[in-house]
């Protein structure tokens, strides 16, 4: 499991609306970290993992000696259940999300895996499944 992700989008109000409507149906929320930055994660009490959405590179990574722009992305959030998929589904898409394929069953049979994607404004796939 990772600890954290950070990503760069190119409007940050655009990608707040986006993640902060997507949180909700998979237990997660949105925290102002700087002005042109914000994280996507549990909670305050549960920090770890978590995704750092951003406009700049923060000044801790280095530089960017350890940065690569390499966009779209493809992130994947456990979902609670499916009916937290489909509400994640719906959520995404009215808050500008692109479908990228609708709520249902994915892989051979055997992984019981349910998932849907979205295109965020950015382009980035993001990915919310239940396995079991």
């Known amino acids: 499991m990772f ?5 760069r989008v ?3 109000a655009a990608a707040r609306r986006f993640y902060d409507a997507i949180a909700a ?8 970290n700087t002005k042109t930055s914000f994280v996507f994660g549990r ?11 951003g406009t700049d590179e923060p000044s801790f990574w ?3 000696q350890h940065y690569v722009s390499a966009s779209p992305i493809h992130v994947a959030f456990s979902a609670p259940d499916r ?12 808050a500008g999300g692109r479908d990228n394929g609708a709520p249902g069953p994915r892989g ?12 965020d404004p950015d382009g980035n796939n993001i990915e919310a499944g239940k396995r079991g």
């Open 25 to 32: 149906p998979l237990g997660l929320q949105t925290a102002d």
């Open 3 to 7: 600890d954290h992700i950070g990503f």
């Open 108 to 119: 051979p049979a055997e992984m019981n895996y349910y998932a849907a994607f979205v295109l």
């Open 83 to 94: 009916q937290a998929v489909d509400a994640f589904h719906r959520a995404a898409l009215a």
């Open 10 to 12: 190119r409007d940050l």
């Open 62 to 64: 280095d530089s960017g």
């Open 43 to 53: 909670s305050a009490a549960e920090p770890v993992p978590f995704v750092w959405i």
